[in-house]
């Protein structure tokens, strides 16, 4: 069983839509990432969590760390956020350096 | 400034060549990291430089040898590559290495072995 488990696989909404993409971990973690990868490549960091939740513009990440477990929300979806979003966490007491990565969750946002 | 920027950003090269992939900030990090990816998989770790220090080689063969000029600069160099190294390579840095930072990942190299 992967560390960080990530649903859905794929994902396909309407452009307007409301998003969820979930994130479950099995270690203890001192932070969470959700990041999104475009196709060509770069990865951007959207947020860095350790509790509760944050929000930037249409994006709302939240984390319950008891239940470890967190959400990236999308609100009023649109094409340009057809992206890869990853989940990865940096591990407590696993080897320094090293972000467990979750196996993403490819969003496709129809116009 | 919040960019790690990698040059180049494609790479075709032969099994004999030798050459480098390079990664810069100006960020004041002093944790760089190279990724590897391959196609619908997440990045796997290949190196840590702490402090300009290779503080984690998660055993890579040793056609890729990574170099930490200063603190700002990471190069990987590449020497009798396999085509199953083809692949795209991600270079990120964080304040300091560990847990609980904020990492920044570059554009990537997309490197072609032929």
């Known amino acids: 069983k992967n560390e960080v488990e990530q649903s859905p696989q794929n994902l396909t909404a309407q452009e307007g839509e409301f998003i969820t993409i979930n994130c479950s971990y099995s270690?203890?973690?001192?932070?969470l990432h959700w990041l999104q990868q475009h196709p060509g490549g770069g990865i951007v960091s959207l947020f860095m969590?350790?509790?509760g939740k944050k929000k930037h513009g249409r994006l709302i990440a939240t984390i319950n760390i008891q239940e470890k477990h967190s959400s990236l929300h999308i609100t009023a979806s649109h094409p340009r956020d057809s992206a890869v979003y990853i989940c990865?966490?940096?591990?407590?007491?696993?080897?320094?350096?090293?972000?467990?990565f979750g196996k993403g969750t490819k969003l496709s946002v129809k116009p | 400034d919040t960019e790690v920027t990698q040059t180049p950003k494609h790479l075709v090269m032969g099994m004999t060549n030798k050459k480098s992939l390079k990664c810069e900030q100006h960020?004041?990090?002093?944790?760089m990291y190279w990724y590897k990816q391959k196609a619908k998989k997440p990045p796997e770790l290949m190196f840590v430089?702490?402090?300009?220090?290779?503080?984690i080689n998660e055993s890579v063969p040793s056609r890729f040898s990574p170099e930490c000029p200063n603190s700002s600069l990471l190069n990987l160099h590449l020497h009798a590559l396999q085509p199953e190294d083809s692949a795209l390579y991600l270079c990120?840095?964080?304040?300091?290495?560990?847990?609980?930072?904020?990492?920044?990942f570059g554009e990537g190299s997309w490197l072609t072995v032929v």
């Open positions: 430089y702490s402090y300009e220090k290779l503080s």
């Open positions: 270690v203890g973690i001192s932070a």
């Open positions: 990120a840095s964080s304040p300091k290495e560990g847990d609980g930072n904020t990492i920044y």
């Open positions: 969590l350790s509790s």
């Open positions: 990865a966490v940096w591990r407590w007491g696993g080897s320094q350096g090293n972000l467990i």
């Open positions: 960020m004041g990090h002093r944790a």
